[in-house]
């Protein structure tokens, strides 16, 4: 049954080429899924060195978090105040609005002696221009190097050089995306999406509310337990009976629509709407629930009165953070006596299941003995999502070296 060559376990040690990950999964498909017959083709899961493994995460660093669009939440929330530091997987980065209206992002480090320009504490106090209360070099809102004192002497020292180092971002969907090495424009990676995006009016939502959860797991497995509801009659019974799992469509490669049950409206404590519907949605649309997956960084849910985001942080090989935001039509928000509670309620009690599960697979997968099992056909989106994570890999060669 297995092809490997190597024992799996020489991963964390050896020189670990992603060709090797991929035939450690034992996985003898086409990269081409069928959408139509929803099978996992008899493909097993991940081995555990992918949740495990130290060397496998500086891999998924440079291969996929270094390549790939990431979601860092809604636009408005970077252009409350006009300077914004955040971390991304321990990356000190900084949005900028710049004189000229343009949102940007930098490294959030001056070019002298890489104090952090500035924290979250500072941010309100910014003026217009950026100056390093270490030394006092100052830069400008397009990141250049406008002013350095003392350095006229200094042989061979040219300001122009001397910028904050700028990061890729743009932004789609009303969401602030950012790309250290894009391999394609934010327009055609979100393409697929844009009825989706259009249809629910994405843009123009507001969050209504918010949940932050700290996930004890690897995020792949935030990402498969997303990806089907094989698990939704044992793990949400509350859930099941508003989206019965044997009423999925076909769908998109990562995700797809869900039919609600007759009597519910939306995912909700009592399944009724929490906002108003949304009013570009056809009929269909307004029964159902889509799910998507957007690679590596976000699932996104549009139910028929309400969008819900999950940005997902991994933040180690076994732990994730997650942010959980609702978004409404403004409308609904300014309506006296508008309250999310019923939305939040339900899909908090769901998160919750979910990550339990997902802590108690990590704990399992931990196991030096365990090796992984087949999927079921219910389970062909986490079929397709090994398949594009370990295609991902696959685009960067392993820099692992032996120790
Ligand atoms: S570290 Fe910023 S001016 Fe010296
Ligand atoms: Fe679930």
């Given at each position: 049954m297995w092809e490997f060559d190597k024992p799996y376990w020489e991963l964390c040690d050896g020189a670990a080429s992603s060709k090797m990950l991929r035939r450690i999964c034992n996985f003898k498909g086409t990269?081409?899924?069928?959408?139509?017959?929803?099978?996992?083709?008899?493909q097993l899961g991940l081995d555990r060195s992918f949740v495990t493994c130290a060397k496998v995460w500086e891999h998924e660093s440079s291969a996929i978090f270094r390549r790939d669009w990431l979601c860092m939440g809604r636009e408005a929330e970077f252009t409350s105040t006009s300077v914004t530091p955040f971390v991304y997987l321990g990356q000190q980065l900084l949005a900028v609005r710049g004189d000229d209206g343009v949102l940007r992002v930098f490294r959030?480090?001056?070019?002298?002696?890489?104090?952090?320009?500035?924290t979250p504490e500072e941010c309100a106090s910014v003026g217009q221009r950026l100056q390093c209360p270490y030394h006092a070099w100052t830069y400008d809102r397009q990141g250049c190097l406008v002013a350095a004192p003392?350095?006229?002497?200094?042989?061979?020292?040219?300001?122009?050089?001397?910028?904050l180092f700028e990061v890729p971002c743009a932004v789609g969907a009303g969401f602030l995306w950012i790309c250290?090495?894009?391999?394609?424009?934010l327009q055609a990676f979100l393409s697929p999406l844009q009825s989706v995006f259009q249809a629910w009016q994405v843009r123009e939502l507001c969050v209504g509310a918010e949940i932050q959860y700290q996930v004890q797991a690897n995020w792949k497995l935030l990402f498969q337990n997303y990806s089907?509801?094989?698990h939704c009659p044992t793990v949400h019974p509350a859930l099941n009976r508003l989206t019965p799992y044997l009423g999925s469509d076909t769908g998109p490669i990562l995700g797809g629509p869900m039919q609600l049950a007759e009597t519910c409206q939306t995912m909700s404590n009592e399944g009724q709407w929490v906002g108003t519907p949304l009013p570009l949605l056809d009929e269909d649309q307004r029964r159902q629930v889509h799910y998507f997956t957007i690679f590596p960084s976000m699932f996104l849910s549009v139910h028929p009165d309400y969008v819900l985001i999950h940005r997902i942080e991994p933040t180690s090989p076994h732990e994730t953070k997650v942010v959980c935001q609702f978004l409404f039509q403004q409308v609904d928000l300014d309506?006296?006596?508008?309250?999310?509670e019923p939305a939040v309620r339900f899909w908090d009690l769901t998160n919750r299941q979910d990550w339990e599960v997902c802590e108690r697979s990590q704990r399992g997968m931990e196991d030096p003995a365990y090796v992984p099992g087949p999927y079921s056909n219910l389970e062909s989106i986490v079929a397709a999502f090994d398949r594009h994570y370990l295609r991902s890999l696959d685009a960067v060669e392993s820099e692992v070296k032996p120790v």
């Open positions: 990269a081409t899924v069928n959408r139509e017959s929803r099978t996992a083709n008899g959030n480090f001056c070019r002298h002696r890489g104090s952090l320009m500035v003392n350095m006229d002497g200094v042989l061979g020292f040219e300001k122009q050089k001397f910028g250290f090495e894009p391999q394609e424009s089907e509801c094989y309506r006296l006596g508008f309250d999310p």
